[in-house]
């Protein structure tokens, strides 16, 4: 049975870097698709990004200047660091995992169970 | 970006009953729509996919339907587990989800 963790601090000051870890157990990284969302009252559920072989990425296209996705399968983990954060980025964030095709790769089957995130000095 | 609707908002119902949940996307997302329930503190849980397609361990009381720019969740004959909140999501391009209906006991 997959299970993701997520872990970092919850609050970040405005204008810094926000880090979080998922760590994946149960299953391999390998082939899989795997994303970071955030739920938050102002906006829903929102992708923020997926990493793909630790190689390949994508995010969304309004948080794209301030995201970076990476991951290490030998550790069996990935990381999401979005900086200059404000306090619109205060949120729930969540890690999934998502299918191994390209038409599957926003199909989210496996989620953490989230963590929060405040944004405030 | 695909903007996806749901409606109703809220939908106050009996345990037993039959309810349907609407969703509906700005554009065509031909069947990659997926159906999300999310209960009070847990993360989203994949229940319908490719529409109609259940995910691994669903109950058949839920079905889903639709294709294009309008779908569908239907659940027989509501559990009290089943009172939760509901969320469409496409994938047919960047993942976009719905605002979400929260089904409440009547």
């Known amino acids: 049975q997959v299970q993701l963790q997520e872990s970092g601090p919850g609050l970040v000051r405005p204008s810094e870097t926000l880090s979080l870890t998922c760590i994946v157990s149960?299953?391999?990284?390998?082939?899989?698709?795997w994303s970071w969302i955030r739920q938050s009252p102002g906006k829903g559920l929102e992708w923020i990004g997926y990493?793909?072989?630790?190689?390949?990425?994508d995010y969304r296209p309004s948080l794209k200047s301030r995201v970076s996705i990476s991951a290490d399968t030998s550790k069996n983990h990935f990381s999401l660091k979005l900086s200059s954060v404000t306090a619109v980025d205060t949120a729930v964030y969540y890690c999934?995992?998502?299918?191994?095709?390209?038409?599957?790769?926003?199909?989210?089957?496996?989620w953490g169970q989230g963590t929060l995130v405040t944004v405030s000095s | 970006e695909i903007v996806m609707t749901q409606s109703p908002a809220t939908l106050s119902v009996s345990p037993g009953e039959r309810v349907t949940l609407s969703c509906r996307a700005s554009q065509s997302v031909s069947s990659n729509l997926a159906w999300y329930q999310q209960r009070p503190g847990q993360a989203p849980r994949l229940l319908i996919y490719?529409?109609?397609t259940r995910a691994t361990g669903i109950p058949a009381r839920f079905s889903g339907s639709g294709s294009g720019t309008d779908f569908t969740l239907t659940i027989r004959s509501l559990q009290s587990e089943d009172f939760a909140l509901y969320y469409c999501q496409q994938y047919e391009s960047w993942p976009s989800f719905g605002p979400g209906t929260k089904v409440e006991i009547k």
């Open positions: 999934a995992r998502a299918g191994v095709s390209t038409s599957s790769r926003s199909l989210f089957d496996h």
């Open positions: 149960g299953g391999p990284m390998k082939s899989y698709y």
């Open positions: 990493i793909y072989n630790s190689r390949s990425t």
């Open positions: 490719g529409a109609s």
